[in-house]
Protein backbone atom coordinates (compact mmCIF):
# COMPACT_ATOMS: atom_id res chain seq x y z
CA UNK A 1 0.00 0.00 0.00
CA UNK A 2 1.21 3.25 -0.88
CA UNK A 3 0.30 7.06 0.84
CA UNK A 4 -0.08 9.87 -0.85
CA UNK A 5 0.18 13.17 0.61
CA UNK A 6 -1.77 15.62 -0.75
CA UNK A 7 0.25 18.66 -2.80
CA UNK A 8 -0.84 21.03 -0.20
CA UNK A 9 -0.45 20.43 3.72
CA UNK A 10 0.68 21.82 6.55
CA UNK A 11 -0.45 25.47 8.13
CA UNK A 12 -1.10 27.89 6.80
CA UNK A 13 0.65 31.80 7.09
CA UNK A 14 -2.96 32.92 9.33
CA UNK A 15 -2.49 29.74 11.90
CA UNK A 16 1.68 30.23 11.39
CA UNK A 17 1.12 33.56 12.84
CA UNK A 18 -1.12 32.66 15.81
CA UNK A 19 0.49 30.02 17.21
CA UNK A 20 4.27 31.99 16.84
CA UNK A 21 3.06 35.14 18.34
CA UNK A 22 1.39 33.18 21.06
CA UNK A 23 4.59 30.97 21.43
CA UNK A 24 6.39 34.37 21.83
CA UNK A 25 4.53 35.91 24.21
CA UNK A 26 4.71 32.26 26.24
CA UNK A 27 8.48 33.49 26.23
CA UNK A 28 7.81 36.75 28.30
CA UNK A 29 7.03 34.83 31.45
CA UNK A 30 4.05 36.68 32.00
CA UNK A 31 0.81 34.52 31.88
CA UNK A 32 -0.51 34.23 28.95
CA UNK A 33 -4.32 33.56 27.61
CA UNK A 34 -5.84 32.36 24.37
CA UNK A 35 -9.49 33.68 24.09
CA UNK A 36 -10.64 30.61 22.44
CA UNK A 37 -8.72 27.41 21.12
CA UNK A 38 -5.83 29.58 19.40
CA UNK A 39 -6.48 27.07 16.11
CA UNK A 40 -8.75 23.42 15.86
CA UNK A 41 -5.87 21.79 16.49
CA UNK A 42 -5.74 19.52 20.01
CA UNK A 43 -2.13 19.02 19.44
CA UNK A 44 -1.30 22.03 19.35
CA UNK A 45 -3.73 23.19 22.08
CA UNK A 46 -1.35 20.77 24.02
CA UNK A 47 1.74 22.07 22.84
CA UNK A 48 0.70 25.47 24.26
CA UNK A 49 -0.74 24.60 27.47
CA UNK A 50 2.62 22.80 28.43
CA UNK A 51 3.80 26.14 28.10
CA UNK A 52 1.61 27.36 30.44
CA UNK A 53 -0.88 28.83 27.65
CA UNK A 54 -4.58 29.02 29.47
CA UNK A 55 -7.53 29.03 27.31
CA UNK A 56 -10.55 31.30 28.64
CA UNK A 57 -13.70 32.21 26.89
CA UNK A 58 -14.15 35.99 28.31
CA UNK A 59 -11.34 38.49 28.81
CA UNK A 60 -12.91 38.80 32.53
CA UNK A 61 -11.17 35.31 33.23
CA UNK A 62 -7.94 36.87 33.39
CA UNK A 63 -6.57 38.84 35.99
CA UNK A 64 -3.32 40.08 34.40
CA UNK A 65 -1.16 39.26 31.58
CA UNK A 66 -1.40 38.85 27.89
CA UNK A 67 -4.18 37.87 26.09
CA UNK A 68 -3.90 36.36 22.42
CA UNK A 69 -6.49 36.76 19.66
CA UNK A 70 -6.97 33.90 17.87
CA UNK A 71 -6.82 33.27 13.64
CA UNK A 72 -10.25 34.01 13.69
CA UNK A 73 -10.99 37.34 14.91
CA UNK A 74 -13.27 38.51 17.38
CA UNK A 75 -16.09 40.90 17.36
CA UNK A 76 -15.43 44.20 18.76
CA UNK A 77 -16.83 44.57 22.03
CA UNK A 78 -15.04 41.32 22.78
CA UNK A 79 -11.95 43.53 21.97
CA UNK A 80 -12.63 46.74 23.95
CA UNK A 81 -13.23 44.11 26.88
CA UNK A 82 -10.26 43.07 26.72
CA UNK A 83 -8.60 46.64 27.01
CA UNK A 84 -11.21 47.59 29.54
CA UNK A 85 -9.49 45.14 31.91
CA UNK A 86 -6.15 46.37 31.50
CA UNK A 87 -4.67 43.31 29.87
CA UNK A 88 -2.26 43.59 27.16
CA UNK A 89 -3.80 42.69 23.87
CA UNK A 90 -2.15 40.34 21.01
CA UNK A 91 -3.81 40.54 18.06
CA UNK A 92 -3.09 37.24 15.63
CA UNK A 93 -6.31 37.89 13.76
CA UNK A 94 -5.29 36.22 10.26
CA UNK A 95 -5.37 39.27 7.57
CA UNK A 96 -7.55 38.03 5.19
CA UNK A 97 -9.85 38.00 8.29
CA UNK A 98 -9.37 41.40 9.25
CA UNK A 99 -9.86 41.94 5.68
CA UNK A 100 -13.65 40.03 5.67
CA UNK A 101 -14.06 42.17 8.89
CA UNK A 102 -14.08 45.60 7.07
CA UNK A 103 -15.64 44.75 4.81
CA UNK A 104 -18.23 43.67 6.61
CA UNK A 105 -18.43 47.09 8.46
CA UNK A 106 -18.38 48.79 4.78
CA UNK A 107 -21.54 47.26 4.51
CA UNK A 108 -22.96 47.49 7.44
CA UNK A 109 -22.16 51.54 6.69
CA UNK A 110 -23.38 51.80 3.85
CA UNK A 111 -26.74 50.51 4.49
CA UNK A 112 -26.51 46.79 3.01
CA UNK A 113 -28.61 44.20 4.51
CA UNK A 114 -25.40 41.84 5.35
CA UNK A 115 -26.07 38.03 4.13
CA UNK A 116 -23.00 36.18 6.18
CA UNK A 117 -22.49 32.73 4.71
CA UNK A 118 -21.26 30.47 7.45
CA UNK A 119 -21.91 28.15 10.66
CA UNK A 120 -23.39 30.69 13.35
CA UNK A 121 -21.54 29.80 15.87
CA UNK A 122 -18.30 29.37 14.29
CA UNK A 123 -15.92 31.88 16.16
CA UNK A 124 -14.85 33.67 12.60
CA UNK A 125 -18.73 34.28 12.10
CA UNK A 126 -19.31 35.47 15.37
CA UNK A 127 -16.88 38.23 15.08
CA UNK A 128 -17.90 39.00 11.58
CA UNK A 129 -21.89 39.38 13.13
CA UNK A 130 -20.02 42.18 15.47
CA UNK A 131 -19.12 44.14 12.33
CA UNK A 132 -22.75 43.71 10.52
CA UNK A 133 -24.59 45.58 12.79
CA UNK A 134 -27.98 44.57 13.73
CA UNK A 135 -29.33 43.91 9.83
CA UNK A 136 -28.04 40.59 9.15
CA UNK A 137 -28.10 37.32 8.39
CA UNK A 138 -25.91 34.23 8.52
CA UNK A 139 -27.00 31.17 5.96
CA UNK A 140 -25.16 27.92 6.21
CA UNK A 141 -26.76 25.78 3.22
CA UNK A 142 -29.60 26.31 0.20
CA UNK A 143 -32.29 26.03 1.98
CA UNK A 144 -31.35 28.86 4.70
CA UNK A 145 -30.51 31.09 1.87
CA UNK A 146 -34.30 30.10 -0.29
CA UNK A 147 -35.80 31.30 2.59
CA UNK A 148 -34.35 35.05 2.90
CA UNK A 149 -37.09 37.67 1.93
CA UNK A 150 -37.17 40.19 -1.13
CA UNK A 151 -34.33 42.78 -0.14
CA UNK A 152 -33.67 46.43 -1.56
CA UNK A 153 -29.79 46.46 -0.76
CA UNK A 154 -28.42 43.03 -0.10
CA UNK A 155 -24.48 42.78 0.89
CA UNK A 156 -22.78 39.39 0.70
CA UNK A 157 -19.87 38.19 2.47
CA UNK A 158 -18.86 34.89 3.59
CA UNK A 159 -16.59 32.52 6.10
CA UNK A 160 -13.44 32.07 4.97
CA UNK A 161 -13.42 28.59 4.68
CA UNK A 162 -16.58 28.11 2.73
CA UNK A 163 -16.73 26.20 -0.32
CA UNK A 164 -16.84 28.54 -3.31
CA UNK A 165 -19.40 26.78 -4.96
CA UNK A 166 -21.45 27.57 -2.33
CA UNK A 167 -20.91 31.18 -2.35
CA UNK A 168 -21.47 31.70 -5.73
CA UNK A 169 -24.86 29.73 -5.38
CA UNK A 170 -25.94 31.81 -2.50
CA UNK A 171 -24.57 35.11 -4.83
CA UNK A 172 -26.30 34.26 -7.71
CA UNK A 173 -29.68 33.58 -5.51
CA UNK A 174 -29.11 36.97 -3.69
CA UNK A 175 -28.82 38.67 -6.84
CA UNK A 176 -32.49 37.58 -7.97
CA UNK A 177 -34.11 38.77 -4.72
CA UNK A 178 -32.49 42.06 -4.37
CA UNK A 179 -32.46 45.44 -6.15
CA UNK A 180 -29.44 46.38 -5.33
CA UNK A 181 -26.22 43.91 -4.40
CA UNK A 182 -22.54 44.28 -3.34
CA UNK A 183 -20.42 41.17 -2.99
CA UNK A 184 -17.36 40.85 -0.90
CA UNK A 185 -15.55 37.57 -1.89
CA UNK A 186 -14.11 36.72 0.95
CA UNK A 187 -13.73 33.01 0.68
CA UNK A 188 -9.98 32.42 1.77
CA UNK A 189 -7.76 31.06 -1.38
CA UNK A 190 -5.65 28.82 1.25
CA UNK A 191 -8.69 26.96 1.82
CA UNK A 192 -9.75 26.88 -2.10
CA UNK A 193 -6.04 25.34 -2.63
CA UNK A 194 -6.51 22.62 -0.20
CA UNK A 195 -9.83 21.85 -1.15
CA UNK A 196 -8.75 21.53 -4.74
CA UNK A 197 -5.40 19.25 -3.64
CA UNK A 198 -8.27 17.02 -1.57
CA UNK A 199 -9.98 16.99 -4.99
CA UNK A 200 -6.94 16.01 -6.77
CA UNK A 201 -6.01 13.64 -4.39
CA UNK A 202 -9.37 12.03 -4.39
CA UNK A 203 -9.29 11.71 -7.84
CA UNK A 204 -5.80 9.16 -7.54
CA UNK A 205 -6.95 7.36 -4.49
CA UNK A 206 -9.17 4.81 -2.54
CA UNK A 207 -9.36 5.73 0.16
CA UNK A 208 -8.78 9.53 1.95
CA UNK A 209 -7.23 10.05 5.80
CA UNK A 210 -8.10 13.56 6.53
CA UNK A 211 -6.64 15.27 9.85
CA UNK A 212 -7.21 17.62 12.16
CA UNK A 213 -9.85 19.33 14.84
CA UNK A 214 -13.11 17.88 14.67
CA UNK A 215 -14.26 21.04 15.24
CA UNK A 216 -11.83 22.99 12.62
CA UNK A 217 -14.60 24.26 9.67
CA UNK A 218 -11.43 23.78 7.01
CA UNK A 219 -10.87 20.50 7.66
CA UNK A 220 -14.92 19.24 8.21
CA UNK A 221 -15.12 20.92 4.67
CA UNK A 222 -12.18 18.17 2.86
CA UNK A 223 -14.04 15.23 3.98
CA UNK A 224 -17.30 16.52 2.52
CA UNK A 225 -15.36 17.70 -0.43
CA UNK A 226 -13.84 13.85 -0.65
CA UNK A 227 -17.18 12.57 0.00
CA UNK A 228 -19.16 14.39 -2.35
CA UNK A 229 -16.25 12.84 -5.05
CA UNK A 230 -17.77 9.49 -3.96
CA UNK A 231 -14.59 8.47 -2.42
CA UNK A 232 -14.23 6.69 1.58
CA UNK A 233 -13.04 10.20 4.27
CA UNK A 234 -12.09 9.62 7.44
CA UNK A 235 -11.60 12.36 9.85
CA UNK A 236 -9.26 11.70 12.60
CA UNK A 237 -7.35 14.31 14.66
CA UNK A 238 -4.19 11.80 16.09
CA UNK A 239 -2.78 8.54 14.43
CA UNK A 240 -4.19 6.16 17.25
CA UNK A 241 -7.77 6.56 15.52
CA UNK A 242 -6.49 5.11 12.41
CA UNK A 243 -7.96 1.40 12.07
CA UNK A 244 -6.25 -1.65 10.13
CA UNK A 245 -9.54 -2.16 8.36
CA UNK A 246 -9.50 1.13 6.65
CA UNK A 247 -6.90 -0.06 4.67
CA UNK A 248 -7.30 -3.62 4.01
CA UNK A 249 -7.28 -4.06 0.63
CA UNK A 250 -6.23 -0.38 -0.19
CA UNK A 251 -3.40 0.11 -3.10
CA UNK A 252 -3.31 3.99 -2.62
CA UNK A 253 -3.81 5.74 0.53
CA UNK A 254 -4.67 9.74 0.24
CA UNK A 255 -3.80 11.98 3.30
CA UNK A 256 -4.75 15.27 4.04
CA UNK A 257 -4.27 17.83 6.93
CA UNK A 258 -6.55 20.96 7.56
CA UNK A 259 -4.83 24.45 7.82
CA UNK A 260 -4.36 24.14 11.42
CA UNK A 261 -2.99 20.64 11.15
CA UNK A 262 0.96 20.58 11.76
CA UNK A 263 3.12 18.48 9.49
CA UNK A 264 4.26 16.40 12.25
CA UNK A 265 1.03 15.34 13.16
CA UNK A 266 0.30 14.01 9.31
CA UNK A 267 3.79 11.97 9.20
CA UNK A 268 2.82 10.24 12.41
CA UNK A 269 -0.44 9.17 10.83
CA UNK A 270 1.24 7.91 7.27
CA UNK A 271 4.13 5.90 9.17
CA UNK A 272 0.93 4.22 11.24
CA UNK A 273 -0.74 3.65 8.24
CA UNK A 274 2.26 2.40 6.44
CA UNK A 275 3.11 0.41 9.44
CA UNK A 276 -0.73 -0.98 9.66
CA UNK A 277 -0.60 -2.19 5.90
CA UNK A 278 2.57 -3.43 6.18
S1 LIG B 1 -7.55 29.42 6.56
FE1 LIG B 1 -7.23 31.33 5.40
S2 LIG B 1 -8.39 32.85 6.56
FE2 LIG B 1 -8.15 31.10 7.92
S3 LIG B 1 -6.31 31.52 9.10
FE3 LIG B 1 -5.67 30.35 7.32
S4 LIG B 1 -5.07 31.86 5.77
FE4 LIG B 1 -6.30 32.90 7.32
Not at 30 to 37: A, I, K, S, T, Y
Not at 106 to 118: K, P, S, W
Not at 141 to 160: F, H, I, N
Request: aromatic share 4%; charged share 25%; proline share 5%.
Amino acid sequence: MEVLLARENGFCFGVKKAVELTEAAAESGRPVFNLGQVVHNPKISERLAARGVKVIKDPAEAETGIVVIRAHGVPPAVRASIEEHGLECIDATCSLVLRAQRFTKQLADEGYRVIILGTPEHPEVVGLVGFAGPDHTIVETKAEWERLPKMRKAGVVSQSTQPPWAFKELVSHVAEISQEMKVFNTVCPVTIKRQNAAAELAGETDVILVVGGKNSANTRELVNLARMQGKTAYHIEHSTELERSWLEGKERVGLIGGCSTPMETLLEVKERAEALAG
